[in-house]
């Protein structure tokens, strides 16, 4: 690895360097919430008006954000979407779900389905890391749910929504889609996702836009002999959703980051407003990277390129890891690629809160560090 101990002008260095793919970068004003607010209610109950107020503008703020249909509910509770992928294979899978996978997140709900006894095995359909699947792929013989991710956060790849033709219901990964990518929610049954990458807060959490149909899915299996773990119960967190709680004791910093970011969202022209912002991030970093010598985005189909992760590989004349370096020592922070895909490029988020100016200076820094020889490939 080369040296990162380079000094990049300060002209080229944005405004706020944080660029991860979460957790993201939090606005300055949703710290603030915490603390102007915070003082009144963390460390009080989460079953009393103050608390449960939050919740509420949490949810209310959701479903204008995303123009909820008629019947469709905001349902949340604890344990981010690798809780709610378990939580699913109890209380939402009738007998067999299809799934689509295309990298390392969307194949985990196809996991834990497959690994759960109670359940048919169930269709699987695989396509290759750095390409986007539609739901004309999904294999549907006996499923009663349909799953995919609307955007895979290891390889930057999006997908479209768009109900296949089957009655089964389509459940949608949206962690790090939701808030970013465009979506019209009455091709989706049960939208998740969990609040530390568009809306630009912490984990723990993980908050669903519900279908009637998965409302009475849910509701179904709930009252069948299945065993169903308390902390895992859709029910109870649809039960207590509708009080404006959770079952268990949330982080209420979380929350009220939370609320903060979706009301900044809905005043700043709601999910059409999010998506413009991501789609002006992008151009910038797609097109920065089809105009340098020795640099690609991962994904080469254009329309299946994230709008809020965007991978970019690096010829082997370039270190990756060296020029990722040389961005941390300069205060650009989490560029690192996805561990596990194990290729020599730069994992950038763009969602809504990131500010175009700022990818802008990003792609000027990375040419001064390119430039410089910094990351030159040994």
């Not at 101990?5 to 260095?13: C, K, M």
């Not at 984990?203 to 299945?226: F, H, T, Y």
């Not at 996805?338 to 990131?354: D, E």
Request: negative net charge; charged residues 20%.
């Amino acid at each position: 690895m080369s040296n990162p101990s380079i000094q990049i002008p300060a002209e080229f260095v944005p405004s706020d360097g944080r660029f991860g793919c979460g957790p993201s970068k939090v606005r300055p004003s949703q710290i603030e919430a915490i603390a102007n607010h915070g003082i009144d209610i963390i460390g009080t109950s989460h079953r009393k008006p103050a608390v449960k107020d939050v919740v509420g503008r949490v949810r209310d703020g959701l479903s204008e954000f995303f123009s909820l249909p008629d019947g469709y509910e905001i349902i949340l509770s604890l344990g981010g979407a690798t809780a709610f992928w378990d939580a699913a294979t109890f209380g939402l899978i009738e007998k067999k779900s299809s799934h689509l996978t295309f990298g390392e997140f969307s194949g985990k709900f196809a996991k834990a389905s497959k690994q759960a006894p109670w359940l048919d095995e169930p269709n699987i359909t695989d396509a290759p890391v750095g390409t986007a699947p539609s739901s004309a792929d999904l294999n549907l013989e006996g499923a009663d749910v349909v799953a995919w991710a609307h955007n895979e956060t290891s390889t930057g790849a999006m997908t479209q929504i768009k109900r296949p033709n089957s009655d089964a219901l389509v459940a949608i990964d949206a962690t790090s889609g939701a808030g970013g990518l465009p979506v019209d929610m009455k091709e989706a049954d049960v939208y998740y996702f969990s609040p530390q990458k568009c809306f630009a807060s912490d984990g723990g959490l993980w908050l669903a836009a519900m279908s009637p149909a998965a409302l009475e899915r849910i509701e179904k299996i709930n009252v069948s002999d299945r065993f169903i773990p308390a902390f895992l119960n859709l029910q109870t967190a649809v039960d207590n959703s509708r009080k404006n709680q959770t079952y268990n004791t949330p982080a209420v910093a979380t929350l009220l980051m939370l609320a903060d970011q979706v009301e900044w969202m809905n005043a700043n022209g709601k999910l059409d407003g999010m998506v413009k912002r991501t789609t002006a991030n992008s151009d910038v970093l797609y097109n920065w990277a089809e105009a340098r010598e020795g640099v690609t985005p991962f994904v080469a189909e254009k329309d299946a390129r994230s709008l809020v992760v965007g991978t970019i590989d690096f010829d082997d004349s370039i270190d990756a890891a060296a020029l990722a370096a040389a961005l941390r020592a300069n205060g650009i922070l989490d560029t690192e690629p996805y561990r596990k895909l194990g290729r020599n490029q730069l994992r950038i988020g763009m969602f809504p809160a990131i500010e175009t100016e700022d990818v802008e200076k990003l792609t000027k820094a990375i040419d001064y560090v390119l430039d410089s020889g910094a990351a030159a490939a040994k």
